[in-house]
């Protein structure tokens, strides 16, 4: 906290993620609502949930463009403005006459283009915010902005469910536009006092390696830090399991009103969302303190453990047994993120930092889109109960991989993550 009070570029950082983020929330929900009352929801819904989930893949491209960038205030700002009229276009076409699989389809392809650029702009925040905080404050700096943020995130759904009541989707979809001009002008308001300002917090290096050499390189990085990447390949397998899980719940629930449902659709949807978010921030804010000896790998197998549990609660399809283990996992989970992401940086060589991250993103973000097409397909085709089936299959296998693993790597592993 006090690196938040105290620095005011990375204040500025911070409150333009909470505004993109929560306008995105309040948008996404919207849009699932709307997706919902369709005919054939369970397609309408799983399009979306592969439209988000693609552009994971594109870390790796967006961290190399990233570091070969001189200027990333400039093009953060021009990203946020790209994404300011995406969604403009969004609420325009909202208040036209189209067909509602013509609107679900055109603003899949819109809501796919956006986050595809979105993954450009993650991976130019994360050498200047190293800049900007120092690499030994990254991880307090980042551990109280992602807790605020999921803050913002719970108060955004139960909004975006109340604002549904009354606002139209156009009208979400506008607010969300604003939200990412907002982002971007706290952006150029950064660029100027860094141009101002004696001290520049742009970063000078600048990678001049082709794509294929910087990879080849973070690679050789990453396999030093001994365990690294062993943790990261089974991270991957449990990161796909917990997307499909949470893009196939939203499908149990438009076919499962009396056991899945809370008051409304959009309240059901904001509900899982602030437990999810209630976990992660305390897992960010507390977890590294509380779960200080414990390596990665004992946190990821207890992980794996809660989304087997929680995919269970989805095949009886009922709300109050999948909730305390999405909560429960989402503790778990942000702390191991948190001291990952610690160990990344102080074992990268700073002038690729964003590209090893967005290698290491690639690689657990991998299996996100894959397995989603793949079990939202068999429900969007068939039925839910046999993606669920195929899911829990999966995350039953993963659990043996990981434990076999943790066997021959969790004491390297436990010695290179610090505490």
């Known amino acids: 906290m006090n690196v938040f009070l105290k620095n005011k570029d990375y204040r500025k950082f911070s409150i333009a993620s909470f505004l993109s983020n929560a306008g995105d929330i309040l948008f996404y929900l919207a849009f699932m609502t709307y997706a919902s009352k369709l005919q054939n929801y369970s397609l309408a819904l799983s399009l979306i949930a592969i439209s988000e989930s693609i552009p994971r893949l594109f870390n790796i491209f967006g961290g190399y463009l990233a570091d070969k960038t001189r200027n990333k205030f400039k093009s953060i700002f021009l990203i946020a403005v790209v994404r300011f009229i995406l969604y403009s276009l969004v609420g325009v076409l909202f208040i036209t006459n189209i067909s509602q699989w013509a609107l679900v389809i055109a603003v ?195 992980a794996i453990i809660l989304s087997i549990a929680a995919t269970v609660g989805g095949l009886i399809a009922n709300i109050f047994v999948i909730l305390p283990f999405y909560f429960s996992l989402a503790v778990i989970s942000s702390t191991a993120s948190l001291k990952m992401q610690q160990w990344l940086v102080n074992a990268i060589d700073r002038k690729i930092l964003a590209s090893s991250v967005g290698l290491l993103n690639t690689i657990v973000m991998a299996t996100a889109p894959i397995m989603t097409t793949i079990l939202t397909t068999i429900s969007g085709f068939g039925n839910v109960r046999y993606a669920l089936l195929v899911l829990l299959a999966i995350e039953i296998i993963v659990l043996l991989v990981a434990m076999k693993l943790s066997k021959t790597e969790v004491k390297s592993t436990a010695a290179c993550v610090p505490e």
């Open 108 to 302: 899949v392809i819109i809501n796919f283009i956006s986050d595809t650029v979105g993954a450009y702009s993650g991976g130019l925040n994360i050498p200047l915010i190293v800049e900007i905080v120092g690499q030994d404050e990254i991880a307090e700096a980042e551990g109280f902005t992602n807790g605020v943020s999921e803050v913002i995130t719970s108060i955004a759904q139960f909004v975006g469910s109340g604002l549904l009541l009354f606002l139209s989707y156009s009208n979400l979809a506008f607010i969300n536009a604003i939200t990412f001009l907002a982002a971007g002008l706290l952006y150029a308001s950064a660029s100027f006092h860094n141009k101002t300002d004696t001290h520049s917090i742009e970063p000078e290096e600048v990678n001049e390696e082709k794509f294929f050499a910087t990879m080849k390189n973070s690679y050789k990085q990453i396999r030093k830090a001994s365990g690294l990447l062993t943790v990261v390949l089974v991270i991957a397998l449990l990161n796909g399991a917990l997307s499909a899980i949470g893009s196939l719940l939203p499908i149990v629930m438009a076919g499962n009103r009396s056991t899945m449902i809370i008051s409304t659709y959009s309240f059901t949807l904001a509900i899982i969302g602030v437990v999810v978010s209630a976990g992660a921030i305390l897992g960010s804010v507390f977890g590294p303190q509380i779960f200080k000896k414990q390596s990665v790998f004992f946190m990821v197998i207890v």
